[in-house]
C-alpha cells in the first residue's frame, strides 16, 4: 500500500469546448441578444455535463498506479490526453470524475522559459524557480553550487538568461528540479533540447532519482528514450489508455499502430517506390544515384565512387529530422544503412523544399542489381515521416581488370566484396 | 486560511515581487525616476489647468500639494489595479504546469506597485517640508487609511485578475474604468464642492473618502470623516469578501482556460 505513490482510479477530464480558451464580452452578449431572437428568452447556461455537445473528453476513465522507484512512460499521438494527465498530477487542474491520489512533493520539470524571466540572471532566476518549486532561500543557498556545476554553467551565471542558448535554458531547469528532490518527477518532451552529453546526464540522473525510491512519469514523443528510460510504459490514445506494460511490448504496438494510420501507405505515386508509408509532414520528391561525375547511372562497377542525392519538401517546420538511406541487395539483404541527423551536424531545421547527398567513396560489392531506401524520421522517435522502399534501382556490373571482379567464381559470397589479398608463404 | 496560504508560500511572493521589480527596473533606462516623475509630472500639469486656468477650490490648500497628496496614493492604487489584474493572464505559461496558491500573482503585482509608491513617497516628504506643513499624531491615521487601501486593492485585483481569465475585454475595458473612476475621486478638486444631493451616492466609491481623509490627516491636520472612512472601509471589506469567494470558486478553472 504505502509503496504506490500515484495511483489514478477512473479518472476522466473533459473541457467545455466552448468554454474552452477565453471569450469577449462582445461574443458573451450577441449569444445573449440571439437566444432571445430566437428562443424568447435568455438560454439556460449551458453547464456542460448536461449536454454531449460542446464537450471533450481528454480523459476517459483512466486507471493507473505508479509505485515507489519506479519509471513510467507515458505515450501516444497528439490530443490522447499525455498534457492532461501530467497537469492533473502537478495539481494545476481537477479531475472531472474519478479521484487521484499522490502521495509525496511533485515536481514539474517546467518549460523552457515559462519559470524563468529573461531580463533577470541565472543566479536570480534559479531562486525564482526554486522557489516556484516550494523551496527556501536557504535551502537553495545550500544546493546553489550543485546546481550551477550540474547546468555546467559556471561563469554564466550572472548573464540575463535572455542571451543563453535554448540548451543552456534546459540545463539550468533541469539542474534546478533535479536538485530539489521531490518524490515525483514529471517530466515532458523537453529533453530533445539539450545536446547528447546533456542529455545522457539526464538520462543518468533520472536513474539515480529511480533507485532512490523516487517515481518518475516521462511523457514524450521521444521513443527511444522512453525505452531507455522507462520500466513500464502507457500508450494513451484518444483519452483512453490502449497498453500498458513492459516498455518494448507497448512501443512496438505504437509503432505499429501508427504506421497503419499513416496518411498514406502502400502509395505508388512515386516512380520506382514500390511501398511507401509515413505521416506525411514532409516527402521525398526526388531519389537519384550519380556517378562521381555527378550524372545520374544506372550501371557501375564495384569500387565506383557514388552520390546518392535526395530532394524533399517539409511541408511545415520539422525539428532536426533524421534522413536515412540503406542499400538492398536482390537478396532483399540490408548491406548497407546510413543516417543524417543532428549527431552529425548539431540542432537545426528543415522546412520547404530542399536537398543532400550522400558521397559513398566505394562500393565493394558483388555485381547484381541493388535497390536504395530512403526515409525522413522525425526527431522524436521511430515514426517514419516518408520512408520509401526501393525508390531507385542500379546495377553493378563486372568488368574485367577491376580488381573486384577477376575471381567471381563459385565461392565468391557474401553481401560485399572486402577489399583484401591472397598470400601464400610455402609455395613449392 | 488566506494569510496562512501566503505564510506558507511567502518565498514564491517573495521571489514573484521580486522579479516584477529587479524586471522593471533593469529594461528601462531611467529606471527609478519614472515612479518618480509620472506623479510629479501629472501635478504640474493639474496645478498649470486647475489653479492657473480654471481656479478650483482647495480649501485653502496649496494646490501643488493638494493634488499630490492624492496623485500619490491614486497612482499606487491605478498601477497596482491595473499590474494585478492582468498577472494571471501574463503568467499562463506558469499556471498550466504548475499549482501554487493563485492569488500570488495579483498579490506580488501589488507589492511591485507598493514599492513604487514607496519610492515616489519620498519626493512627497520634500514636499511637506517646503510647504512647512507640520506631521502630527493625527498625521498617522493615514496608515489606517492606507490599509484600507490596500484591501480595497486587493478585493478588486483578485476580482479583475480572474474575470481577465474569461473575457480578455477587462484589460481593454480597464484602462477607461480606472480613468473615469479618477474623475470620480476627489483627486483634482475637493470633496467639499460635490453637491449634498449626490453625496450618498458618491461616497459609495470608497476611494473618496479614503483620498478626502488623507488631505484631511496629512495637509490640514484635521481628524477624518469618520462617516466617510466608516463607509468606504465598509465598500472595502465586502468587495473584498466577495471577491475572494469568486476567486476561491473559480481558481481550479484558470489552467483549463487560460
Known amino acids: 500500500m504505502n509503496d504506490i505513490a500515484i495511483r489514478f482510479n477512473s479518472v476522466c477530464k473533459s473541457y467545455n469546448v466552448r468554454e474552452r480558451g477565453y471569450r469577449s464580452f462582445h461574443q458573451e452578449i450577441s449569444d445573449w441578444i440571439k437566444s432571445i431572437i430566437v428562443h424568447g428568452k435568455p438560454l439556460e447556461q449551458d453547464t456542460g455535463l448536461s449536454s454531449p455537445n460542446g464537450i471533450f473528453w481528454a480523459l476517459k476513465g483512466v486507471s493507473f498506479e505508479v509505485k515507489k522507484g519506479e519509471a513510467l512512460g507515458i505515450i501516444g499521438a497528439n490530443g490522447s490526453g499525455k498534457t492532461t494527465i501530467l497537469r492533473l498530477l502537478s495539481k494545476v487542474t481537477l479531475p472531472t470524475k474519478g479521484d487521484i491520489d499522490v502521495s509525496g512533493k511533485v515536481a514539474p520539470l517546467i518549460q523552457v522559459g515559462a519559470g524563468f524571466h529573461p531580463e533577470l540572471t541565472g543566479k536570480e532566476n534559479t531562486y525564482l524557480n526554486a522557489a516556484i518549486m516550494g523551496l527556501s532561500k536557504k535551502e537553495v543557498d545550500k544546493k546553489y553550487d550543485d546546481i550551477v556545476s550540474f547546468a555546467e554553467l559556471n561563469g554564466f551565471m550572472d548573464t540575463p538568461v535572455k542571451r543563453y542558448s535554448s540548451g543552456m535554458y534546459v540545463r539550468l531547469g533541469f539542474a534546478v528540479v533535479a536538485n530539489i528532490d521531490p518524490d515525483i518527477f514529471l517530466i515532458d518532451e523537453i529533453l530533445s533540447v539539450g545536446d547528447l552529453s546533456f542529455q545522457r546526464k539526464c538520462l543518468d540522473t533520472m536513474g539515480k532519482i529511480r533507485k532512490s525510491n523516487k517515481c518518475i512519469v516521462f511523457v514524450s514523443h521521444n521513443i527511444s528514450a522512453v525505452r531507455g528510460l522507462c520500466d513500464r510504459v502507457i500508450w494513451l490514445n484518444k483519452g483512453k489508455i490502449e497498453q500498458e506494460g513492459d516498455p518494448d511490448n507497448v512501443i512496438n504496438a505504437y509503432v505499429s499502430y501508427m504506421t497503419t494510420k499513416s496518411t498514406f501507405i502502400n502509395d505508388t505515386s512515386y516512380v520506382g517506390g514500390k511501398t511507401r508509408w509515413g505521416t506525411g509532414e514532409a516527402r521525398f520528391t526526388k531519389v537519384e544515384v550519380l556517378n562521381a561525375k555527378g550524372v545520374r547511372v544506372d550501371r557501375i562497377h564495384a569500387g565506383d565512387k557514388i552520390v546518392v542525392r535526395l530532394e524533399y519538401e517539409a511541408f511545415q517546420k520539422i525539428d532536426s529530422p533524421t534522413f536515412w538511406i540503406g542499400l538492398m541487395n536482390k537478396d532483399e539483404i540490408k548491406v548497407f544503412g546510413t543516417y543524417y541527423n543532428k ?16 558521397v559513398i567513396d566505394s562500393l565493394p560489392m558483388r555485381p547484381g542489381p541493388y535497390y536504395v531506401m530512403a526515409g525522413i524520421y522525425g526527431d522524436i522517435g521511430d515514426l517514419a515521416i516518408d520512408r520509401i522502399g526501393r525508390v531507385a534501382e542500379f546495377k553493378i556490373e563486372s568488368m574485367n581488370g577491376n580488381e573486384y571482379d577477376d575471381y567471381n567464381g563459385y565461392g565468391a559470397e557474401g553481401a560485399v566484396n572486402l577489399p583484401h589479398r591472397w598470400n601464400h608463404f610455402d609455395k613449392t | 486560511m488566506f494569510f496562512k496560504n501566503l505564510y506558507n508560500n511567502r518565498e514564491i511572493l517573495y521571489q514573484l515581487t ?48 493638494f493634488s499630490y497628496c492624492a496623485l500619490l496614493p491614486w497612482q499606487f492604487f491605478s498601477s497596482a489595479f491595473s499590474t494585478a489584474t492582468s498577472s494571471l493572464v501574463g503568467s499562463s505559461n506558469l499556471i498550466q504546469q504548475i499549482y501554487f496558491p493563485r492569488e500570488i500573482f495579483p498579490l506580488s503585482s501589488i507589492i511591485a506597485s507598493l514599492f513604487d509608491f514607496l519610492i515616489a513617497s519620498t519626493i512627497f516628504i520634500t514636499f511637506l517640508i517646503y510647504y512647512k506643513i507640520n506631521i502630527t499624531f493625527i498625521s498617522f491615521y493615514a496608515i489606517l487609511l492606507f490599509m484600507i487601501q490596500g484591501l480595497l486593492i486587493i478585493g478588486l485585483s483578485l476580482f479583475g485578475s480572474a474575470l481577465n481569465v474569461f473575457y480578455r475585454d477587462v484589460g481593454h475595458a480597464l484602462q477607461f474604468i480606472i480613468q473615469i473612476w479618477m474623475y470620480a475621486t476627489p483627486i483634482i478638486y475637493p470633496l467639499s464642492i460635490v453637491p449634498e444631493k449626490i453625496l450618498p451616492v458618491y461616497l459609495l466609491n470608497p476611494m473618496a473618502g479614503i483620498i478626502d481623509g488623507y488631505r484631511k490627516v496629512i495637509i490640514q491636520g484635521l481628524s477624518p470623516n469618520w462617516t466617510y472612512i466608516g463607509i468606504s472601509a465598509s465598500v472595502t471589506l465586502l468587495c473584498l469578501f466577495f471577491s475572494y469567494k469568486y476567486f476561491r470558486k473559480v481558481e481550479m478553472k484558470f489552467a483549463d482556460l487560460i
Open chain 1, 343 to 358: 549527431n552529425r551536424v548539431g540542432e537545426y531545421a528543415v522546412n520547404g523544399k530542399g536537398s543532400l547527398s550522400c
Open chain 2, 18 to 65: 521580486l522579479r516584477q521589480i529587479k524586471a522593471r527596473y533593469k529594461q528601462s533606462v531611467l529606471g527609478i525616476f519614472w515612479v518618480i516623475l509620472k506623479p510629479l509630472f501629472m501635478m504640474i500639469i493639474f496645478t498649470i489647468i486647475f489653479s492657473k486656468m480654471v481656479k478650483v477650490p482647495t480649501d485653502g490648500i496649496p494646490y501643488p500639494i
